[in-house]
């Protein structure tokens, strides 16, 4: 019962954000001195990344690409609840969607934090809304026994999913810590 719950609830939180930082973007593509309602500082700035090149990655923001994804979870965890099943090539694709998503939440980050220097609110729940479901769906995929005979990895992934994804964002806090040292210094 937790399994389709999460996939619910991390799909949520991922297309509220997304939708949230493309009503932004619309707003300031009608009035671009306008400040976004998640420009915090020169370090938070939803308005410094949603105008970079990076935002606009396969030629429109970035952010329909998560109104249209993170559907996808909050779908197969209220059919899961409705009892449905799924064929072992369902999960692998799911997860080959999941792994892309981590990949561009990784390269996403890499770009705010080293090449943008400015970090997105919006981004950042998107990116707590993948994070977790990647280490689930991960976990669940290979416990299930649907990519190969790795399930005792896959329920030691499933069951600690949390602490691998918690594990995660403490790297990206890090670094984020160590590439902005020199801002949050002036905080004190």
């Given at each position: 019962?937790?399994?389709p719950i999460?996939?619910?609830?991390?799909?949520?939180m991922?297309?509220?954000?997304?939708?949230?930082?493309?009503?932004?973007r619309?707003?300031?593509?009608?009035?671009p001195?306008?400040?976004?309602?998640?420009?915090?500082?020169?370090?938070?700035?939803?308005?410094?990344?949603?105008?970079?090149?990076?935002a606009?990655?396969?030629?429109?923001p970035?952010?329909?690409?998560?109104i249209?994804?993170?559907?996808?979870?909050i779908?197969?965890?209220?059919?899961?609840?409705?009892?449905?099943?799924?064929?072992?090539?369902?999960?692998?694709?799911?997860?080959?969607?999941?792994?892309?998503a981590?990949?561009?939440?990784?390269w996403?980050?890499?770009?705010?934090?080293?090449?943008?220097?400015a970090?997105?609110?919006?981004?950042?729940v998107?990116?707590?809304?993948?994070?977790?479901?990647?280490?689930?769906?991960?976990?669940?995929?290979?416990?299930?026994?649907?990519?190969?005979?790795?399930?005792?990895l896959?329920?030691?992934?499933?069951?600690?999913?949390?602490?691998?994804?918690?594990?995660?964002?403490?790297?990206?806090?890090?670094?984020?810590l160590i590439?902005f040292?020199?801002?949050?210094?002036?905080?004190?």
């Amino acid at each position: 019962m937790l399994f389709p719950i999460a996939l619910i609830s991390m799909g949520v939180m991922g297309w509220i954000a997304s939708f949230g930082l493309t009503l932004e973007r619309l707003r300031v593509a009608e009035n671009p001195e306008l400040s976004t309602s998640c420009d915090i500082s020169p370090l938070i700035s939803c308005k410094s990344v949603m105008l970079s090149e990076q935002a606009a990655l396969l030629g429109f923001p970035n952010p329909l690409i998560g109104i249209a994804a993170f559907f996808a979870p909050i779908l197969v965890g209220m059919a899961i609840l409705a009892g449905a099943t799924f064929a072992p090539w369902f999960w692998r694709l799911f997860l080959v969607g999941h792994v892309f998503a981590m990949g561009f939440v990784i390269w996403l980050f890499t770009q705010s934090v080293y090449d943008i220097g400015a970090l997105c609110i919006y981004c950042m729940v998107s990116w707590a809304a993948t994070i977790p479901l990647f280490w689930m769906l991960l976990g669940k995929t290979m416990q299930d026994g649907h990519l190969g005979p790795n399930i005792k990895l896959g329920r030691f992934i499933y069951s600690w999913a949390w602490v691998l994804a918690l594990l995660s964002v403490m790297v990206m806090v890090v670094l984020i810590l160590i590439q902005f040292w020199d801002y949050w210094i002036t905080l004190v």
